[in-house]
């Protein structure tokens, strides 16, 4: 008697399949987006966090109106992991501006902002963070004061990226009376306000004379990151004296990627490094001097 071989059909390995065809040919996706956005929700039980993290990236690019809920229920699933929630969050900011009627969803955000659960306040603040959203702004505000540092650092990336240059001027306040947690996620937020750089680039500048040398080097690290090396020259120059090596070093750093006929009239300050304390002081300035 001939037994007859019986291929088991897997209903699970077949969703995951037609996933991993939409997630390589995003036209085929595009093509069948009525029952493919249905069926990428339902694969999300199912995938692994990798497989989570490109479905809800293709879902929040593509589906848009659709995705809005399911996505607020990641963020809100203290089951998943962190970084799968705030993919949701980053996809729920990303689709905001282009929804129907965003209200009911935002004034679900605004509600978990206070929640007592860390966490849902992170992703919550996150999720609100997109331009245009200036209801949001006072809420966000409270958040600066958040106990939690990251809470703090999600409620200042949020407002420097509501496009409102008002709350600049809220910042600048904190970054005179606030704490050193406080101005460090301001400092490294404020380039987000594109509109108003060149006040953005004097804050960086009149940090380089804080008396916390944290901040000094915060400074020093994002105006390198928003100026070409030969617009700042005379500050770095003026951070060689700085008490802190790392600083002088950095400093260094940003002089040596600089035009060799920009810093030829420093030459004496760079050779005077030669007596550093710090010996990879010596050598960064060592190093440019045999360059010019």
């Not at 996505?71 to 970084?83: A, F, P, R, S, V």
């Not at 206070?114 to 849902?120: I, P, R």
């Not at 505000?141 to 703090?152: G, S, Y």
Request: hydrophobic share 45%; with cysteine; charged share 30%.
């Amino acid at each position: 008697m001939t037994q007859t071989k019986i291929i088991q059909f897997d209903p699970v390995q077949r969703i995951l399949n037609k996933v991993g065809h939409y997630l390589e040919f995003k036209d085929k996706f595009l093509e069948d987006k009525d029952t493919a956005v249905s069926l990428l929700l339902n694969a999300l039980k199912y995938a692994d966090n990798e497989l989570k993290q490109k479905i809800i990236i293709l879902l929040g690019s593509f589906a848009k109106q659709e995705v809005a809920w399911p996505l607020y229920k990641i963020l809100t699933n203290g089951e998943e992991i962190d970084e799968i929630r705030y993919i949701a969050a980053l996809q729920l900011r990303v689709i905001f501006p282009v929804l129907k009627n965003p209200q009911p969803l935002i004034d679900r955000l605004l509600k978990d902002i206070d929640s007592l659960d860390t966490e849902m306040r992170i992703y919550a603040a996150s999720a609100l963070g997109w331009n245009g959203n200036f209801q949001a702004a006072i809420a966000l505000t409270a958040l600066l004061f958040d106990p939690d540092i990251d809470v703090m650092q999600a409620a200042v990336s949020a407002l420097t990226d509501l496009g409102d240059d008002r709350i600049l001027t809220v910042l600048l306040n904190l970054l005179k009376h606030g704490s050193v947690d406080q101005k460090r996620c301001i400092l490294f937020n404020l380039w987000h306000l594109d509109s108003r750089q060149d006040e953005v680039l004097g804050v960086y500048l009149d940090f380089l004379d804080d008396e916390n040398a944290e901040l000094r080097y915060d400074a020093l690290i994002l105006l390198r990151a928003v100026t070409e090396p030969e617009e700042c020259l005379e500050a770095y120059i003026r951070c060689l004296n700085d008490e802190d090596p790392r600083i002088r070093l950095l400093a260094l750093e940003s002089i040596g990627e600089a035009d060799k006929e920009k810093i030829i009239n420093f030459k004496k300050k760079i050779a005077a490094m030669y007596a550093d304390p710090d010996f990879e002081v010596q050598a960064a300035a060592k190093k440019i001097m045999s360059q010019l």
